[in-house]
Nanobody, 123 residues
Framework: QVQLVASGGGLVQPGGSLRLSCAAS????????MGWYRQAPGKQRELVAI???????NYAESVRGRFTISRDNAKNTVYLQMNSLKPEDTATYYC?????????????????WGQGTQVTVSS
């Protein structure tokens, strides 16, 4: 199994910045994509940003140019630098990874989710 632990959320004023981190641990053989999703009250969960093992990135149009996703493969950690935050960025942010995990005789490729971290943008 793979465990994801996210941190870095909090309360910030509009225009401010936050940096989220998410570390993956467990019986990991390899991690394919790592990403961040968010869910605001009453809305569906949506993709914020995703990064491949090779460093290719993709962003939601609403955050492009303001957010930057990066990863440290040696630490199995993904980061989300969020700048110029807006009230509409308020949500619970979840990290995700697609990983090959298990035992040498029983491996599986699957998606795993972190516990979520709250980001509130308000004056």
């Amino acid at each position: 199994q793979v465990q994801l632990v996210a941190s870095g959320g909090g309360l910030v004023q509009p225009g401010g910045s936050l940096r989220l981190s998410c570390a993956a641990s467990g019986s990991i053989f390899s991690i394919n994509t790592m990403g961040w999703y968010r869910q605001a009250p009453g809305k569906q969960r949506e993709l914020v940003a995703i990064i491949s093992s090779g460093g290719s990135t993709n962003y939601a149009e609403s955050v492009r140019g303001r957010f930057t996703i990066s990863r440290d493969n040696a630490k199995n950690t993904v980061y989300l630098q969020m700048n110029s935050l807006k009230p509409e960025d308020t949500a619970t942010y979840y990290c995700n990874c697609n990983a090959l995990s298990g035992t040498p005789w029983n491996r599986r490729q699957a998606d795993f989710w972190g516990q979520g971290t709250q980001v509130t943008v308000s004056s």
